[in-house]
Every structure is written in structure tokens, then in C-alpha cells.
């Protein structure tokens, strides 16, 4: 919308010239001192990575379990008790899709239990215990028993914990895994020699790749995935919810028009739209990356989902085209200036920026997060990424300089009003928001999720804060309003 109002009003076009090169840059007199990232590699988990339950001979629940992922077995073909429990998923029972996700399961099992540099031994039970990012080996049994298990990720969203387990897993009934310093369940994987057991109630964060069975006990919940090599997981009344893998992207949020971002949430267990004051709609499943955007040029968000296991862009009364895959990010945005959005995706692995009939192009490489935005005040976006392990920010053909580092998300927009994008981080651990040349300010912190946008219709972004916990929106010197719920992703700039 402001990108809009810049071209209609004329702003001229400002590229920005290079900063230096060095390790730490001040901005309006404020030093970032970059950090490295924290832990080993994430684990690669290919197709399986959408299962939030994959076995090798069955999969059996006995109550209301609830499984919020794929669900799969193979080679085996059997599936019992779904109903009554519930897949808010797809069943992939003996087919290809479930052979593929057993192959690229063995092949992260593998990775996984081959990793060495690092690695801090354990033994025995490990509850009560705070343990920092990083790569632990058994070589024995592992049980959580005596007290709950604390991860820390010391403030880094990224940092990486992996346990390498000879033999068992288990826990005892009601203890938990507890994450602090903005861990992340989907960075944390468990490789398991044998089998894994989760008492009665437990409530238990990562994935587990265990080489034969895996049994989850009465009323047990897990925030991840249970995935059996060889042999069953049997379920009972629990609650297992894919820590999901696709990321949202939000070129825009004005759903009615009327130049000011509305607050919105996709709800992934139910493919639920709430948009605060207007309209609620069903559009979309667990494993889809909402990708709201203005893609017909009539100055309303369109409400859409990149589906990332087809490649699927859907656009709600749009359109619905093919382009992607399943590692991909999407980067939806204008990327020619004509006042439509483009579909478009970042490979993280190999750098690829690929923007549907418009271009492709490498930039960037493998841990980089993608931050493409309208940093020149053309209307036309640009490709940008930002990598968090030196606070490196660089803009296609425009700049490049140093701001943040790996504990930091990339918050980039319009926070003056000058129809040109700024770079700007937030930073959980402290609530710190910096906007390079502008402005350093204190708001938020911990689990909370940035939602910088034009909430006044002024043409300046506001810094803005969700709270998954509690459904909170704070806008910082505008209003507070509670709109959603733990789980929802937000779904406005």
C-alpha cells in the first residue's frame, strides 16, 4: 500500500551507497557486536519433515488423540484408531509419499547419529538439568525422570540441540521439556538407538527419529514429530503437533482497502482467517505457509497459502499456480513495480531466488534468511538476505553493511514514512528493536512474534508486537487488543 502511495505521490528512487565491511557498525551511535550461532547444523529432514507420525510396520491410537501433521506408515499398511481420533493432515498409508519420507527419514537418522564435533556426554537421567544449544551423546539410556528437562537457546531462535541416544528414551509421567531463551522445538531433534517411551502425561519438544518403536503414554502431548524407522507408534489420547517447517511470508495486510494493516491470524490446525472487525474464512491446512498479498492490483490483501510438499501457491477467488518445493521459502512481492504481487521463493540451499515470469537468480547461501523488501523507494522490491552469523545485510544490485547478529530476526520496513524500507532487527532475548538510522527502543521480548505495520494509515510502520501465549497485540503508542490464540501465526505488515 505505502510502496503504492510512493509511486503515485512520485518519491524518486534513493539507492543507498555501500557501508564498510567490518565486524561491528554503529548506528545512530548504538555499537552490534555480532554473535555466532549457536549449536550444530539443523538436521535435514526432506519430505518427512511434514509427518507429524511416521512408522515402519503401524500406527495405532487408542481415544481422542489428535494428530496436527501428515500421518504415515511404510512399509507396513496398517493405521487404526483415526476415528475416533483426528488427522488434521493427509494419511499417507503404504503409498510413495510414505516410502519417499521413510528414505529421507533414514537418511536424517543417519546424518543425525554421525555428527561428532562437539559432542558433550550424558548419561542416565538428564531431568532437572539446563543445557545450552549444542550436540549430546549417550552411550547408553537417556530418561527424564527426576525433574523436567530446561533447553536454552540463550536468546538465538536458531540454536540447534541434538541428543544421540544408543539405546532407550524415556520419561516419566507429567515431566516435561521445558524451552527457554526463544528455543525452538523445531530445532531439536532426538536420535534414538532403539526405542522412546513418553510417560503419562508427559509433555515433550522435538522430534524423535527412533530406529524401531516409539509409544506415547496416556494424555501425552508432543511438540514435533514421532517418526519409527522400522517398527509402530502407538498413540493413546495424546496431542501431536508438527513443529512446521514452512515459514510465513507477509508482503501485505490491508485486507479491506482502506489503507491501514488490519490485525489478522491464520489458525494452521484448522486452516482458520480471522481478521479483527471484517471476516473469519477457512483457507488452507496445517502444513501450508500463509502468503497474504495484494495479487490482482486492486489494493486489498488477498488472503493465500504456499504449500510446500507441492509446490502449491493458492490464492483465494485469484488464482492457483505451481512453483516451488518443499525446502523452498516463499518470497511473495512486487518485484516489477506494477502494483501486483508476484509469487516467488528463496532455496536456502543453493541460494536460488526464483520470481514466477520475472526472473532467477543466486544470492545468498545456506543458513541465510531471506529479508527481500522496498529498500530503494521505486515500488519495485527488491532481493535481500540477512545472515544473522555476522549481522550481514545485503541488497541485490544496492548495498550491503552490517547491523544485528544471531540472535536477532530481520524486521525490515518503512518505519519513517519515506516510501523506502529500512533495515531494522528485533531481538527476543532483550525486547530490543534497532532501526538502522532511526531509532533504538525496548518492546516486547521472549516468545513474542514482531508484526511491524501501518496500523494509523500514516505511511509509518509502527513497531508492534503478537504474544502467542495469550493472543496480545500491542502496537507500541497505538493500542492493545487480544486477537487469537496460542498457535496462530500473524498475518499482517
Known amino acids: 500500500m505505502k510502496i503504492k502511495m510512493a509511486r503515485i505521490l512520485g518519491i524518486a528512487a534513493a539507492v543507498v551507497v555501500a557501508a564498510v565491511a567490518m565486524v561491528m557498525v554503529v548506528a545512530t551511535g548504538y555499537s552490534y557486536t555480532p554473535k555466532l550461532a549457536s549449536g550444530p547444523a539443523p538436521v535435514d529432514l526432506g519430505s518427512a519433515g511434514t509427518f507429524a507420525v511416521l512408522a515402519g510396520s503401524t500406527v495405532t491410537s487408542t481415544g481422542a488423540t489428535t494428530v496436527n501433521g501428515d500421518l504415515g506408515v511404510s512399509p507396513g499398511t496398517a493405521v487404526t484408531g483415526f476415528p475416533p481420533g483426528t488427522v488434521n493432515g493427509t494419511q499417507h498409508v503404504g503409498d510413495p509419499i510414505a516410502a519417499q519420507a521413510k528414505l529421507d527419514l533414514t537418511t536424517a537418522y543417519n546424518d543425525a547419529a554421525g555428527r561428532t564435533v562437539g559432542a558433550v556426554t550424558i548419561a542416565g537421567n538428564i531431568g532437572g538439568q539446563t543445557l545450552p544449544p549444542g550436540l549430546y551423546k549417550s552411550t547408553s539410556s537417556v530418561a527424564i525422570s527426576s525433574g523436567d528437562l530446561t533447553l536454552d537457546a540463550q536468546g538465538d531462535e536458531n540454536a540447534v540441540f541434538i541428543f544421540q541416544v544408543v539405546s532407550t528414551l524415556t520419561t516419566t509421567a507429567g515431566r516435561q521439556v521445558i524451552l527457554s531463551g526463544n528455543a525452538q522445538a523445531s530445532n531439536i531433534f532426538w536420535q534414538i538407538g532403539s526405542s522412546a517411551t513418553l510417560g503419562t502425561t508427559t509433555v515433550f519438544k522435538g522430534t524423535i527419529m527412533a530406529a524401531e518403536a516409539i509409544t506415547v503414554t496416556t494424555g501425552a502431548t508432543l511438540d514435533g514429530r514421532a517418526l519409527a524407522r522400522t517398527a509402530a507408534v502407538t498413540l493413546d489420547a495424546n496431542i501431536i503437533t508438527t513443529v512446521s517447517t514452512s515459514t510465513a511470508s507477509i508482503e501485505s495486510g490491508d485486507y479491506n482497502g482502506d489503507g491501514t494493516s488490519d490485525i489478522a491470524i491464520f489458525r494452521r490446525s484448522s486452516g482458520l482467517w480471522a481478521v479483527k472487525g471484517l471476516t473469519r474464512v477457512y483457507f488452507g491446512t496445517f502444513s501450508d505457509s500463509p502468503v497474504p498479498g495484494d495479487y490482482n492490483g486492486n ?33 511473495p512481492g512486487d518485484y516489477t513495480g506494477d502494483g501486483t504481487c508476484d509469487q516467488g521463493i528463496f532455496r536456502g540451499s543453493s541460494g536460488l531466488w526464483a520470481i514466477r515470469d520475472v526472473t532467477r537468480a543466486y544470492f545468498g547461501a545456506s543458513g541465510d534468511k531471506a529479508a527481500p523488501g522496498y529498500y530503494d523507494g521505486s515500488g519495485r522490491k527488491s532481493i535481500g538476505i540477512f545472515r544473522g552469523s555476522t549481522g550481514l545485510w545485503a541488497i541485490r544490485s544496492l548495498t550491503r553493511f552490517y547491523f544485528g547478529g544471531s540472535a536477532d530476526s530481520p524486521v525490515p520496513v518503512d518505519y519513517d514514512g519515506n516510501g523506502s524500507w529500512e533495515a531494522g532487527i528485533f ?66 505488515r
Open 299 to 331: 489494493g486489498t490483501t488477498d488472503i493465500g497459502i504456499f504449500r510446500p510438499s507441492a509446490g502449491l501457491w493458492a490464492i483465494r477467488g485469484v488464482t492457483s499456480v505451481y512453483f516451488g518445493a518443499l525446502s523452498d521459502i516463499p518470497v
Open 427 to 492: 531481538r527476543p532475548s532483550s525486547g530490543l528493536w534497532a532501526v538502522r538510522g532511526l531509532t533504538r527502543v525496548y518492546f516486547g521480548g521472549g516468545s513474542d512474534q514482531p508484526v511491524p505495520a501501518d496500523y494509523q494509515g500514516d505511511g509509518r510502520d509502527d513497531i508492534g508486537i503478537f504474544r502467542n501465549s495469550s493472543g496480545l497485540w500491542a502496537i507500541r503508542g497505538v493500542s492493545r487488543a487480544y486477537f487469537g490464540r496460542s498457535g496462530d501465526v500473524p498475518v499482517t
